[in-house]
């Protein structure tokens, strides 16, 4: 077979590329013998020409059929080689997730970084006595050959496990053990097999440490071998333990840490056995803090420590021994805290004996303080004739302290083993064993010293133990099957070894330097250069003389030559050692005795033997050579015995691949699989295996694979081995190709491939000609039949086709013209409506402009009259003045006159003539003039007293009236008609007050009295009123300061400790309820085929045996009943509990209904009342200035008066009772009030000020009506006739007049003048009185129409700036609501019918029986009445008896019940009627089987309930609307439990019809229990699929999701943005992705009923998620900590705040779980330079921790040249400033942490009566009772 016969077209290969090593290609031309190049064309559609080397014929790698892409087996490629290699163990490990691959007899193990569900016990169980190759790769399945072939073949096993730190060695080995430990368990009760698996934390804990490559890397070699009897059951184990890294004790290097044990230690120094350690915090300790951090993410110290302590425990360590042990690593800690002091220039040195440490070295190992004092710093000489005591210098102190440390901890070391082997020894006869090797994988740093080239000296000897076993095993292949064997060339390393190991090798060379008094590494090193430079795997590097580089079988290595000599020396003096053996601790001088020859202590029993136990460190005899023999030597033989070990041994491997050194999850980096792959032998495997004979077949499955290659004659042949022969001879040309062995047949790589090759192009000729011959015949019949029918389809289609085209001509015609008309039509009515509305607006436009020019003339004119009134006035007033000076001057003239007269007279009157006629009578008449004249004195006097009174008075309410018109003018400018009317009315009233004067004296003494007493009582009123707002600021100021002061913070401080003690309850319970629903769940999967019914804790009885159906009245439901006035309203709403119900649509729509109808007549009544005060403040005036003399005026004036104040007193005392009412609700109860329902607070208080409001205007209006109507009309015509025919009499003369009037005449003329004019003022004021209402009427109607137009063109203008998509999901939810609101009057004015039709009903019933009782007979026929009065009865009870809210089933309904009802029922189902319909359903059935107290069927019931809920949840465990809807119906079933239970505290808010409604026999408190755990476990199922639908989601769309376009700028590239590592398809998410997902979840729960506040709940659990999952991922990526990612994170962060504001949940606290990415995001954001940026970043950062905070600042990267890094000493100040916060250990977050939920009671406003049955349903078979 030629080349150009494999590198033709479309074949692909393998290229070598720098970035994924390998990379496929497909040949696009044939490759022909000299040409040289290639053509290529790449994955990526790119064109490659790939060079050829013709003289070394270096062709490109075949790659392998796709068949064979995948195998379990590499060796089973056709093609054998590295790329193919690796490419399979990608594919597997990256598409199937396999980590485990065979490799021939090497199992490759792959870490995947992750734990996988792949070791359980069953998978054990699967494992368990299967053949290595029928099942996938597996760990299993190589403890399973092992313990096979051990028990086969009765010969010792070992299984090798080794790889690169990281790679998974220890957990394999783990595996493997646990496999031994389940599969070949103790046949007796020692538990032998846990003791092994305890041994694993121990030596964790004192033997693996933290490393730049792994957390949890083992720093020493083990060997454990497992012992089994004959019936290979485990009866023991022995561990051996190979170089463990003793200068890790002293030294870690960056980012590494020292032993395990030691941080266990000091996390757990604050227990009380462990305070006289003097522990403190591992960063105080110099042996524990030189690597950084002394903590690992993830691990917590203190809980492995309890861990190591149980171990301890169950392997059987004393608690003697267990102190004794932490006391020698806290000397170790103490040790290396030591302060040496440097004396005489440095050659000499010394530890204070005051130092601390010391003391507590000295202390805790119990040895002399002085002697280790002084021999710390000493050295003892000894020479033949004397001995010396040496000082030494500080830097040989300090070498000395860190060789005893580790030396101490060696002991130690050893110690653990032995005593571990103690607890692992049986006394049984040992018949096999298996071992399992976990040693050091190859290791190259980038510091390289002793410790790495005794472990890569160790990975040599492995890798030829492994060489020759594979080489040995193909060796006995090709024996077997008769191959002649031809030697094979394979790496072997034993030069490499040879160098290390040989006479005056490295390890000699080193030896015999540590011996030489001076030697150094310097002198070593050259002393390695001249012996060893002509050595191919020694090199010298070109730029150190103090380095040496070994070429090893993985890699070449360069090694630091300083400090190999003190650690090979591992130099400890012998009068330290003297000191620790005389320790007064028994345990302490033990370790450092002499070793003898000696077994290990074992116990004996009848018929035993002993099983001897070998040191891996070779047995020295005496004590003071101990120290002398070099580290080197020692592992040098303990190496040796492990390999003679191993070579007596069955040998198994387990080779352990870190895929990437990220450690990521399934992530594959080719450079360093590679790597590992040559390193660890693999690679070397498949060379040997591509040398030789790769690819093997049986002649049996040769013969069946390819017969069809095969000529017929030689199928004749009945020796099947012949023909294979045959057929091969004449295939393949070349006989080096293939080898016939006994029972297969031996091929060379590539051979099989071409036999594929071969084996389809036969096929392919084959099915071809085939194809040909067939599909010609079917085509000539195909074509007759189908002529024939060909030409009588197209006759009747040609005519079907023509009668097609004439119908549809004439559709089309048609339609032109439908669709002529509904154009024209449409475009007809949008021109007439844009025309309405034009015209509507330019009405409106134009009445404004016309009003404004109206008021601007009214306002004009009515200054014309203003202007026109008070010139009248001045006239008026100058004409009066001048009337009065000529009055006086009249009088003056008149004076004159009489008084000439007086005196003519005078002088008649002497006369005596005269005096006679005077002198009659004039006796009588002078004494009754006398009398008169007294009189008339008195009665002047007190006139003119009571004029100048009530002139004053007139004078001051005069002024009064002037200032009040002032004040009126101004307020009510262009009021010009009240002013005109004001001026006529004073004009008449100074008419009526002239008149009046002499008309008031007698009135006024009749009512001083009655005023003395009404001023009295109002001033009481007054300062009762005064006192009653003074008590009512008092209180109002001391809620204010209780609120702010005392109160606030007591009830604060105690609210907020009995919340966490609360929480930290609530959180616990349910971690146990979540733990329940667990192991119910496990128990569910386990059996999964059997029905469980399980039984629920039971019922009690109560002794009321009363039913509940006593009564008979029906009562309407919220939902259905009428809602007539506002008291009704606030009575139902307040009796369901408005605050905490869930209010019907339905209800709320009517209430917000009722409101604006309440609040309009409210406007009209204030307005109505308004001009009432008015009026009466207009009366009021007038009578108090006019001082009319009526007493019905004055009386009404001071009864309105006192009956406004005693309303306001009455207004103001209820406002007092309600303030008092608040502070003692305040004081009693929790200031926390449920903001979500402050609309329903709003609402209520709404209702009831417009009722307060309505009852202190209809008592205003009453005292107005009786007042004015009643007092004016009544007493007016009594009192006023009297008075005015009073005056009349005495006034009998008319001087104005010439002709003589009669008396009588003209008091009957006045009387009726007076009434003609009352009747006309009356008609009047009627006329007027109508005129304004009419007038305001249209007033509130145009106000009204502006609200309304405005409201429409703010909606126009908003639809007008929506989208086209908005503007119609706009037009629809106005027409819906229109629709609605005139649905609900046509609801409410049904309703009004409906009762009032029952109404009609119940009375006609009444008035029929009342007939029926009448027209019968009671003396006649009373038995006959009796039965007619019981039939009647019966009838009446059967008509009136409504639905009482119960439902009857029988019992064998209740399955299809359940199933309908829970089961099978959708949420659709029951999305159109009320929310939690099934809730309320199964209730009703409750209620009924309580009404028949039938206790069975209520348990059945509820547990048929409970159990059918939990199917359903399991059936639907990642559906969120079926998880939800069951969770609402859940929570409402609970509460139906709760608040018809009977319970008091639960019926507060009941209504009287829902009273009713309780359940009456039984006690279902266990039941509501169970419930409750119920709910808890939906809850947690709810929250796991919103968080898995959420998850995917966060990172991308709140950290990479750029919101803010352009700010990023040139982003920083990461592992994420590199296509290798990007997933197949677009995984990038928005924001408004994660909106529109709350969105879906928000309605979702809305709609289904569920709780507000577990709606709140929910989403603090999902915002909680989202931050954690954001934070954690923005801590460990480097690419998002810069500038530009904070703000866009700070962005993003608002837009999900605003969510929650806009969905009425920023009381749900999920915004304070987002407070942690804030802080984040603002540290990104601020200036990171100065200490004061320090401290504004400590003082901002108060939600995130110390490690999160310097994380942070660690990962901050810039985004361009202007930014600067965070600068260490920057970062050290940050935690300095943190030094005092007590931050929780650990980095991340844990987004799996579920809050503790609560369900508050909610009890339902909805009655059960009201409840209706959909027909959906399919429930006929229940019953209303």
Same mark, same amino acid.
């Given at each position: 077979? #030629?080349?150009?016969?494999?590198?033709?077209?479309?074949?692909?290969?393998?290229?070598?590329?720098?970035?994924?090593?390998?990379?496929?290609?497909?040949?696009?031309?044939?490759?022909?013998?000299?040409?040289?190049?290639?053509?290529?064309?790449?994955?990526?559609?790119?064109?490659?020409?790939?060079?050829?080397?013709?003289?070394?014929?270096?062709?490109?790698?075949?790659?392998?059929?796709?068949?064979?892409?995948?195998?379990?087996?590499?060796?089973?490629?056709?093609?054998?080689?590295?790329?193919?290699?690796?490419?399979?163990?990608?594919?597997?490990?990256?598409?199937?997730?396999?980590?485990?691959?065979?490799?021939?007899?090497?199992?490759?193990?792959?870490?995947?970084?992750?734990?996988?569900?792949?070791?359980?016990?069953?998978?054990?169980?699967?494992?368990?006595?299967?053949?290595?190759?029928?099942?996938?790769?597996?760990?299993?399945?190589?403890?399973?050959?092992?313990?096979?072939?051990?028990?086969?073949?009765?010969?010792?096993?070992?299984?090798?496990?080794?790889?690169?730190?990281?790679?998974?060695?220890?957990?394999?080995?783990?595996?493997?053990?646990?496999?031994?430990?389940?599969?070949?368990?103790?046949?007796?009760?020692?538990?032998?097999?846990?003791?092994?698996?305890?041994?694993?934390?121990?030596?964790?804990?004192?033997?693996?440490?933290?490393?730049?490559?792994?957390?949890?890397?083992?720093?020493?070699?083990?060997?454990?071998?497992?012992?089994?009897?004959?019936?290979?059951?485990?009866?023991?184990?022995?561990?051996?333990?190979?170089?463990?890294?003793?200068?890790?004790?002293?030294?870690?290097?960056?980012?590494?840490?020292?032993?395990?044990?030691?941080?266990?230690?000091?996390?757990?120094?604050?227990?009380?056995?462990?305070?006289?350690?003097?522990?403190?915090?591992?960063?105080?300790?110099?042996?524990?803090?030189?690597?950084?951090?002394?903590?690992?993410?993830?691990?917590?110290?203190?809980?492995?420590?309890?861990?190591?302590?149980?171990?301890?425990?169950?392997?059987?360590?004393?608690?003697?021994?267990?102190?004794?042990?932490?006391?020698?690593?806290?000397?170790?800690?103490?040790?290396?805290?030591?302060?040496?002091?440097?004396?005489?220039?440095?050659?000499?040195?010394?530890?204070?004996?005051?130092?601390?440490?010391?003391?507590?070295?000295?202390?805790?190992?119990?040895?002399?303080?002085?002697?280790?004092?002084?021999?710390?710093?000493?050295?003892?000489?000894?020479?033949?004739?004397?001995?010396?005591?040496?000082?030494?210098?500080?830097?040989?102190?300090?070498?000395?302290?860190?060789?005893?440390?580790?030396?101490?901890?060696?002991?130690?070391?050893?110690?653990?083993?032995?005593?571990?082997?103690?607890?692992?020894?049986?006394?049984?006869?040992?018949?096999?064993?298996?071992?399992?090797?976990?040693?050091?994988?190859?290791?190259?740093?980038?510091?390289?010293?002793?410790?790495?080239?005794?472990?890569?000296?160790?990975?040599?000897?492995?890798?030829?133990?492994?060489?020759?076993?594979?080489?040995?095993?193909?060796?006995?292949?090709?024996?077997?099957?008769?191959?002649?064997?031809?030697?094979?060339?394979?790496?072997?390393?034993?030069?490499?070894?040879?160098?290390?190991?040989?006479?005056?090798?490295?390890?000699?060379?080193?030896?015999?330097?540590?011996?030489?008094?001076?030697?150094?590494?310097?002198?070593?090193?050259?002393?390695?250069?001249?012996?060893?430079?002509?050595?191919?795997?020694?090199?010298?590097?070109?730029?150190?003389?103090?380095?040496?580089?070994?070429?090893?079988?993985?890699?070449?290595?360069?090694?630091?030559?300083?400090?190999?000599?003190?650690?090979?020396?591992?130099?400890?003096?012998?009068?330290?050692?003297?000191?620790?053996?005389?320790?007064?601790?028994?345990?302490?001088?033990?370790?450092?005795?002499?070793?003898?020859?000696?077994?290990?202590?074992?116990?004996?029993?009848?018929?035993?033997?002993?099983?001897?136990?070998? #040191?891996?460190?070779?047995?020295?005899?005496?004590?003071?050579?101990?120290?002398?023999?070099?580290?080197?030597?020692?592992?040098?033989?303990?190496?040796?015995?492990? &390999?003679?070990?191993?070579?007596?041994?069955?040998?198994?491997?387990?080779?352990?691949?870190?895929?990437?050194?990220?450690?990521?999850?399934?992530?594959?980096?080719?450079?360093?699989?590679?790597?590992?792959?040559?390193?660890?032998?693999?690679?070397?495997?498949?060379?040997?295996?591509?040398?030789?004979?790769?690819?093997?077949?049986?002649?049996?499955?040769?013969?069946?694979?390819?017969?069809?290659?095969?000529?017929?004659?030689?199928?004749?042949?009945?020796?099947?081995?012949?023909?294979?022969?045959?057929?091969?001879?004449?295939?393949?040309?070349?006989?080096?190709?293939?080898?016939?062995?006994?029972?297969?047949?031996?091929?060379?790589?590539?051979?099989?491939?071409?036999?594929?090759?071969?084996?389809?192009?036969?096929?392919?000729?084959?099915?071809?000609?085939?194809?040909?011959?067939?599909?010609?015949?079917?085509?000539?019949?195909?074509?007759?039949?189908?002529?024939?029918?060909? &030409?009588?389809?197209?006759?009747?289609?040609?005519?079907?086709?023509?009668?097609?085209?004439?119908?549809?001509?004439?559709?089309?015609?048609?339609?032109?013209?439908?669709?002529?008309?509904?154009?024209?039509?449409?475009?007809?009515?949008?021109?007439?409506?844009?025309?309405?509305?034009?015209?509507?607006?330019?009405?409106?436009?134009?009445?404004?402009?016309?009003?404004?020019?109206?008021?601007?003339?009214?306002?004009?004119?009515?200054?014309?009259?203003?202007?026109?009134?008070?010139?009248?006035?001045?006239?008026?007033?100058?004409?009066?003045?001048?009337?009065?000076?000529?009055?006086?001057?009249?009088?003056?003239?008149?004076?004159?006159?009489?008084?000439?007269?007086?005196?003519?007279?005078?002088?008649?009157?002497?006369?005596?003539?005269?005096?006679?006629?005077?002198?009659?009578?004039?006796?009588?008449?002078?004494?009754?003039?006398?009398?008169?004249?007294?009189?008339?004195?008195?009665?002047?006097?007190?006139?003119?007293?009571?004029?100048? &009174?009530?002139?004053?008075?007139?004078?001051?309410?005069?002024?009064?009236?002037?200032?009040?018109?002032?004040?009126?003018?101004?307020?009510?400018?262009?009021?010009?008609?009240?002013?005109?009317?004001?001026?006529?009315?004073?004009?008449?009233?100074?008419?009526?007050?002239?008149?009046?004067?002499?008309?008031?004296?007698?009135?006024?003494?009749?009512?001083?009295?009655?005023?003395?007493?009404?001023?009295?009582?109002?001033?009481?009123?007054?300062?009762?009123?005064?006192?009653?707002?003074?008590?009512?600021?008092?209180?109002?100021?001391?809620?204010?300061?209780?609120?702010?002061?005392?109160?606030?913070?007591?009830?604060?401080?105690?609210?907020?400790?009995?919340?966490?003690?609360?929480?930290?309850?609530?959180?616990?319970?349910?971690?146990?309820?979540?733990?329940?629903?667990?192991?119910?769940?496990?128990?569910?999967?386990?059996?999964?085929?059997?029905?469980?019914?399980?039984?629920?804790?039971?019922?009690?009885?109560?002794?009321?045996?009363?039913?509940?159906?006593?009564?008979?009245?029906?009562?309407?439901?919220?939902?259905?009943?009428?809602?007539?006035?506002?008291?009704?309203?606030?009575?139902?709403?307040?009796?369901?509990?408005?605050?905490?119900?869930?209010?019907?649509?339905?209800?709320?729509?009517?209430?917000?209904?009722?409101?604006?109808?309440?609040?309009?007549?409210?406007?009209?009544?204030?307005?109505?009342?308004?001009?009432?005060?008015?009026?009466?403040?207009?009366?009021?005036?007038?009578?108090?200035?006019?001082?009319?003399?009526?007493?019905?005026?004055?009386?009404?004036?001071?009864?309105?008066?006192?009956?406004?104040?005693?309303?306001?007193?009455?207004?103001?005392?209820?406002?007092?009772?309600?303030?008092?009412?608040?502070?003692?609700?305040?004081?009693?109860?929790?200031?926390?009030?449920?903001?979500?329902?402050?609309?329903?607070?709003?609402?209520?208080?709404?209702?009831?000020?417009?009722?307060?409001?309505?009852?202190?205007?209809?008592?205003?209006?009453?005292?107005?009506?009786?007042?004015?109507?009643?007092?004016?009309?009544?007493?007016?015509?009594?009192?006023?006739?009297?008075?005015?025919?009073?005056?009349?009499?005495?006034?009998?003369?008319?001087?104005?007049?010439?002709?003589?009037?009669?008396?009588?005449?003209?008091?009957?003329?006045?009387?009726?003048?007076?009434?003609?004019?009352?009747?006309?003022?009356?008609?009047?004021?009627?006329?007027?009185?109508?005129?304004?209402?009419?007038?305001?009427?249209?007033?509130?109607?145009?106000?009204?129409?502006?609200?309304?137009?405005?409201?429409?063109?703010?909606?126009?203008?908003?639809?007008?700036?929506?989208?086209?998509?908005?503007?119609?999901?706009?037009?629809?939810?106005?027409?819906?609501?229109?629709?609605?609101?005139?649905?609900?009057?046509?609801?409410?004015?049904?309703?009004?019918?409906?009762?009032?039709?029952?109404?009609?009903?119940?009375?006609?019933?009444?008035?029929?029986?009342?007939?029926?009782?009448?027209?019968?007979?009671?003396?006649?026929?009373?038995?006959?009445?009796?039965?007619?009065?019981?039939?009647?009865?019966?009838?009446?009870?059967?008509?009136?008896?409504?639905?009482?809210?119960?439902?009857?089933?029988?019992?064998?309904?209740?399955?299809?019940?359940?199933?309908?009802?829970?089961?099978?029922?959708?949420?659709?189902?029951?999305?159109?009627?009320?929310?939690?319909?099934?809730?309320?359903?199964?209730?009703?059935?409750?209620?009924?089987?309580?009404?028949?107290?039938?206790?069975?069927?209520?348990?059945?019931?509820?547990?048929?309930?409970?159990?059918?809920?939990?199917?359903?949840?399991?059936?639907?465990?990642?559906?969120?609307?079926?998880?939800?809807?069951?969770?609402?119906?859940?929570?409402?079933?609970?509460?139906?439990?709760?608040?018809?239970?009977?319970?008091?505290?639960?019926?507060?808010?009941?209504?009287?019809?829902?009273?009713?409604?309780?359940?009456?026999?039984?006690?279902?408190?266990?039941?509501?229990?169970?419930?409750?755990?119920?709910?808890?476990?939906?809850?947690?199922?709810?929250?796991?699929?919103?968080?898995?639908?959420?998850?995917?989601?966060?990172?991308?769309?709140?950290?990479?999701?750029?919101?803010?376009?352009?700010?990023?700028?040139?982003?920083?590239?990461?592992?994420?943005?590199?296509?290798?590592?990007?997933?197949?398809?677009?995984?990038?998410?928005?924001?408004?992705?994660?909106?529109?997902?709350?969105?879906?979840?928000?309605?979702?729960?809305?709609?289904?009923?569920?709780?507000?506040?577990?709606?709140?709940?929910?989403?603090?659990?999902?915002?909680?998620?989202?931050?954690?999952?954001?934070?954690?991922?923005?801590?460990?990526?480097?690419?998002?900590?810069?500038?530009?990612?904070? &703000?866009?994170?700070?962005?993003?962060?608002?837009?999900?705040?605003?969510?929650?504001?806009?969905?009425?949940?920023?009381?749900?606290?999920?915004?304070?779980?987002?407070?942690?990415?804030?802080?984040?995001?603002?540290?990104?954001?601020?200036?990171?330079?100065?200490?004061?940026?320090?401290?504004?970043?400590?003082?901002?950062?108060?939600?995130?921790?110390?490690?999160?905070?310097?994380?942070?600042?660690?990962?901050?990267?810039?985004?361009?040249?202007?930014?600067?890094?965070?600068?260490?000493?920057?970062?050290?100040?940050?935690?300095?400033?943190?030094?005092?916060?007590?931050?929780?250990?650990?980095?991340?977050?844990?987004?799996?942490?579920?809050?503790?939920?609560?369900?508050?009671?909610?009890?339902?406003?909805?009655?059960?009566?009201?409840?209706?049955?959909?027909?959906?349903?399919?429930?006929?078979?229940?019953?209303?009772?």
């Amino acid at each position: 077979m #030629s080349t150009a016969q494999l590198y033709t077209k479309y074949t692909r290969v393998w290229i070598p590329d720098p970035d994924e090593v390998w990379r496929s290609a497909e040949i696009i031309k044939d490759y022909k013998e000299g040409d040289k190049s290639l053509h290529l064309k790449l994955e990526d559609e790119t064109l490659y020409e790939y060079p050829v080397d013709l003289q070394g014929n270096e062709l490109p790698f075949l790659r392998n059929p796709d068949i064979l892409v995948g195998e379990n087996d590499l060796t089973a490629l056709s093609y054998l080689h590295e790329p193919a290699v690796l490419h399979n163990l990608k594919v597997r490990f990256l598409e199937s997730n396999h980590i485990y691959t065979y490799c021939g007899i090497v199992l490759v193990a792959i870490n995947p970084y992750e734990q996988l569900p792949i070791y359980e016990q069953d998978v054990i169980y699967a494992y368990s006595g299967q053949n290595m190759g029928d099942m996938d790769p597996h760990i299993f399945a190589v403890a399973e050959e092992a313990y096979k072939q051990m028990a086969r073949d009765e010969k010792n096993q070992s299984i090798i496990v080794s790889g690169e730190s990281g790679a998974g060695k220890t957990v394999s080995a783990k595996y493997a053990m646990r496999f031994f430990a389940t599969v070949g368990g103790s046949a007796s009760d020692t538990n032998i097999e846990a003791k092994v698996l305890a041994s694993s934390p121990i030596m964790e804990a004192i033997g693996n440490a933290k490393t730049t490559r792994n957390d949890n890397s083992s720093r020493f070699g083990k060997y454990i071998q497992i012992g089994f009897d004959k019936r290979y059951h485990i009866i023991g184990a022995n561990m051996r333990t190979y170089l463990l890294e003793k200068s890790r004790v002293v030294f870690q290097a960056e980012d590494e840490r020292n032993y395990h044990i030691f941080y266990q230690l000091c996390a757990s120094a604050s227990l009380p056995e462990f305070k006289d350690l003097g522990l403190t915090c591992a960063e105080d300790f110099f042996y524990t803090s030189q690597g950084g951090d002394t903590s690992i993410d993830g691990v917590d110290d203190a809980d492995d420590f309890e861990k190591t302590r149980h171990a301890f425990t169950l392997l059987g360590v004393k608690e003697s021994h267990q102190t004794t042990i932490f006391r020698i690593i806290a000397a170790i800690l103490h040790l290396g805290n030591l302060e040496i002091q440097a004396e005489r220039d440095g050659d000499a040195c010394s530890v204070s004996s005051e130092d601390e440490h010391l003391n507590n070295f000295c202390g805790l190992l119990g040895v002399e303080h002085s002697q280790m004092q002084h021999w710390l710093c000493h050295r003892k000489l000894v020479t033949t004739s004397e001995t010396y005591v040496k000082s030494m210098s500080v830097q040989q102190v300090v070498n000395a302290r860190n060789a005893l440390a580790k030396h101490i901890y060696a002991r130690l070391f050893n110690w653990i083993v032995q005593h571990i082997n103690k607890a692992l020894h049986t006394t049984v006869k040992q018949h096999s064993f298996i071992g399992v090797l976990d040693i050091y994988g190859f290791e190259t740093f980038e510091v390289n010293s002793f410790e790495q080239f005794c472990i890569n000296y160790a990975n040599e000897k492995l890798q030829q133990q492994f060489n020759s076993h594979v080489f040995k095993l193909e060796q006995e292949e090709y024996m077997k099957e008769g191959i002649p064997w031809t030697l094979i060339d394979f790496y072997d390393n034993q030069p490499c070894i040879d160098l290390i190991e040989a006479k005056l090798g490295i390890l000699d060379l080193l030896d015999e330097e540590c011996k030489v008094p001076k030697g150094t590494d310097q002198n070593w090193a050259q002393k390695l250069y001249d012996r060893h430079a002509s050595s191919q795997h020694f090199q010298k590097p070109r730029m150190s003389n103090t380095s040496f580089i070994v070429l090893h079988f993985a890699d070449k290595v360069e090694y630091q030559s300083e400090g190999f000599l003190e650690k090979n020396r591992d130099t400890v003096y012998e009068e330290q050692i003297n000191i620790l053996k005389a320790s007064k601790y028994q345990m302490v001088a033990d370790l450092f005795q002499d070793e003898k020859d000696a077994a290990p202590t074992t116990s004996t029993a009848k018929g035993t033997s002993k099983i001897s136990v070998r #040191s891996a460190r070779p047995v020295i005899k005496a004590a003071n050579k101990e120290h002398k023999k070099t580290v080197g030597h020692q592992f040098r033989n303990s190496l040796h015995l492990l &390999m003679e070990t191993l070579n007596a041994t069955t040998p198994h491997y387990v080779r352990c691949i870190k895929p990437n050194d990220e450690k990521l999850p399934f992530k594959f980096d080719p450079k360093r699989a590679v790597q590992q792959l040559r390193a660890c032998g693999v690679l070397e495997t498949i060379r040997i295996s591509a040398a030789g004979f790769p690819s093997r077949w049986s002649y049996h499955d040769f013969f069946n694979r390819y017969r069809v290659l095969m000529k017929k004659r030689d199928l004749s042949k009945n020796d099947k081995k012949q023909i294979c022969q045959t057929l091969l001879e004449d295939l393949i040309k070349d006989p080096d190709k293939f080898q016939f062995g006994r029972t297969k047949i031996f091929f060379r790589a590539g051979q099989v491939a071409y036999l594929e090759k071969l084996r389809a192009d036969k096929f392919r000729a084959a099915t071809i000609m085939i194809q040909k011959t067939v599909r010609g015949w079917l085509q000539r019949v195909k074509y007759k039949r189908l002529r024939q029918a060909a &030409m009588v389809i197209q006759r009747y289609t040609r005519g079907h086709l023509a009668r097609r085209l004439a119908e549809h001509l004439r559709r089309t015609r048609a339609a032109i013209i439908f669709q002529k008309q509904y154009r024209m039509l449409r475009i007809l009515r949008a021109f007439q409506r844009v025309r309405n509305a034009t015209i509507t607006i330019q009405a409106f436009a134009r009445g404004m402009f016309v009003r404004r020019i109206y008021h601007k003339i009214l306002v004009e004119h009515k200054a014309t009259i203003l202007q026109k009134y008070a010139r009248g006035w001045l006239a008026r007033t100058r004409f009066h003045r001048v009337r009065g000076a000529t009055i006086v001057l009249q009088c003056y003239y008149r004076r004159m006159k009489a008084r000439q007269e007086l005196k003519a007279l005078r002088i008649e009157a002497r006369s005596a003539q005269h005096l006679k006629k005077l002198n009659i009578g004039m006796e009588n008449k002078v004494v009754q003039l006398q009398r008169k004249i007294d009189e008339q004195n008195k009665e002047y006097k007190l006139l003119n007293e009571q004029l100048s &009174m009530l002139t004053s008075a007139h004078s001051s309410e005069v002024e009064k009236l002037k200032k009040e018109l002032v004040q009126y003018q101004q307020s009510h400018r262009g009021d010009g008609n009240q002013l005109v009317s004001l001026q006529e009315e004073m004009e008449h009233l100074r008419l009526e007050l002239e008149k009046a004067h002499g008309e008031r004296k007698v009135v006024e003494d009749s009512y001083v009295k009655e005023k003395d007493l009404l001023r009295k009582r109002i001033s009481d009123l007054e300062e009762e009123n005064a006192l009653l707002k003074q008590e009512k600021e008092e209180l109002n100021s001391r809620i204010l300061c209780q609120s702010e002061d005392e109160f606030a913070q007591n009830t604060v401080e105690a609210n907020i400790q009995m919340k966490k003690e609360l929480e930290e309850e609530r959180s616990r319970y349910q971690n146990l309820v979540k733990e329940y629903s667990r192991l119910e769940q496990r128990y569910d999967n386990l059996r999964d085929e059997m029905t469980i019914i399980k039984q629920a804790p039971g019922h009690r009885r109560n002794p009321s045996n009363q039913s509940s159906l006593e009564s008979d009245s029906n009562y309407p439901s919220i939902s259905t009943s009428e809602i007539g006035d506002t008291e009704d309203v606030i009575q139902q709403v307040e009796e369901v509990g408005m605050e905490k119900a869930a209010m019907d649509m339905t209800l709320f729509l009517k209430l917000q209904k009722r409101v604006r109808e309440l609040e309009q007549e409210r406007k009209k009544l204030q307005t109505q009342l308004e001009k009432k005060e008015q009026e009466s403040r207009k009366s009021q005036v007038i009578e108090t200035k006019t001082e009319v003399t009526s007493d019905h005026e004055d009386f009404a004036y001071n009864s309105l008066k006192r009956q406004e104040l005693e309303s306001e007193n009455k207004k103001l005392k209820n406002d007092l009772n309600e303030l008092r009412k608040a502070i003692a609700d305040r004081a009693t109860q929790n200031n926390s009030s449920n903001d979500i329902q402050d609309g329903y607070n709003l609402l209520l208080n709404q209702l009831k000020s417009a009722n307060e409001e309505l009852e202190v205007r209809k008592e205003e209006v009453l005292i107005l009506r009786t007042q004015i109507m009643k007092a004016a009309q009544q007493k007016e015509t009594g009192k006023n006739m009297v008075i005015e025919r009073e005056s009349i009499t005495t006034n009998a003369s008319w001087p104005n007049s010439d002709k003589h009037i009669d008396q009588e005449d003209a008091i009957e003329a006045y009387q009726g003048m007076c009434e003609t004019n009352r009747l006309l003022e009356a008609q009047l004021q009627d006329q007027r009185r109508e005129h304004e209402d009419e007038v305001e009427a249209l007033k509130n109607q145009v106000d009204a129409m502006k609200e309304e137009l405005e409201k429409q063109q703010q909606a126009f203008l908003q639809t007008l700036q929506l989208s086209p998509e908005a503007q119609v999901e706009f037009g629809l939810q106005q027409e819906i609501t229109r629709l609605t609101n005139e649905n609900l009057d046509l609801k409410e004015l049904l309703e009004k019918l409906e009762k009032n039709e029952k109404k009609l009903k119940k009375q006609l019933k009444i008035y029929m029986k009342k007939v029926q009782d009448f027209e019968a007979s009671p003396v006649t026929v009373p038995a006959e009445r009796r039965q007619h009065e019981r039939n009647m009865q019966v009838v009446v009870q059967r008509k009136e008896k409504d639905f009482q809210g119960m439902l009857e089933y029988y019992k064998e309904d209740e399955p299809l019940l359940i199933r309908n009802l829970v089961t099978d029922l959708k949420p659709q189902a029951v999305s159109a009627t009320v929310p939690c319909l099934p809730a309320y359903i199964l209730y009703m059935c409750i209620r009924h089987a309580d009404y028949i107290n039938d206790d069975q069927k209520v348990h059945s019931l509820l547990t048929s309930t409970i159990n059918g809920i939990k199917k359903v949840l399991k059936k639907h465990n990642d559906d969120f609307q079926m998880t939800s809807f069951w969770l609402a119906n859940t929570c409402r079933l609970l509460h139906c439990l709760k608040q018809y239970s009977g319970d008091a505290g639960f019926m507060t808010q009941n209504t009287p019809k829902q009273n009713e409604h309780c359940l009456k026999n039984f006690d279902l408190t266990e039941y509501r229990q169970v419930l409750s755990h119920l709910s808890i476990q939906i809850y947690q199922q709810l929250i796991k699929i919103a968080e898995g639908i959420l998850q995917p989601m966060i990172v991308s769309a709140v950290l990479e999701n750029e919101s803010i376009q352009g700010l990023s700028g040139v982003k920083p590239m990461g592992y994420r943005n590199r296509s290798s590592s990007m997933a197949d398809g677009d995984s990038s998410y928005s924001l408004d992705a994660i909106i529109r997902q709350l969105n879906t979840f928000h309605s979702i729960m809305c709609d289904q009923g569920l709780d507000p506040e577990i709606v709140q709940q929910v989403f603090k659990q999902l915002f909680y998620m989202i931050n954690a999952v954001a934070l954690n991922n923005l801590l460990l990526r480097k690419d998002v900590c810069s500038w530009s990612t904070g &703000m866009q994170l700070r962005f993003n962060i608002s837009q999900l705040e605003e969510w929650l504001r806009g969905k009425n949940l920023q009381q749900s606290g999920a915004a304070q779980t987002l407070e942690p990415l804030i802080q984040a995001a603002q540290l990104l954001q601020l200036k990171k330079k100065t200490s004061e940026d320090a401290e504004a970043i400590c003082s901002l950062c108060t939600s995130l921790t110390t490690q999160q905070i310097v994380k942070i600042l660690n990962l901050y990267t810039p985004v361009n040249e202007f930014e600067e890094r965070v600068t260490v000493a920057f970062i050290r100040d940050i935690q300095m400033h943190l030094q005092e916060r007590n931050d929780p250990p650990q980095l991340l977050l844990d987004f799996k942490h579920m809050f503790p939920v609560l369900f508050p009671f909610n009890p339902s406003s909805i009655t059960m009566d009201s409840i209706h049955l959909p027909a959906s349903l399919n429930l006929e078979f229940l019953h209303k009772v």
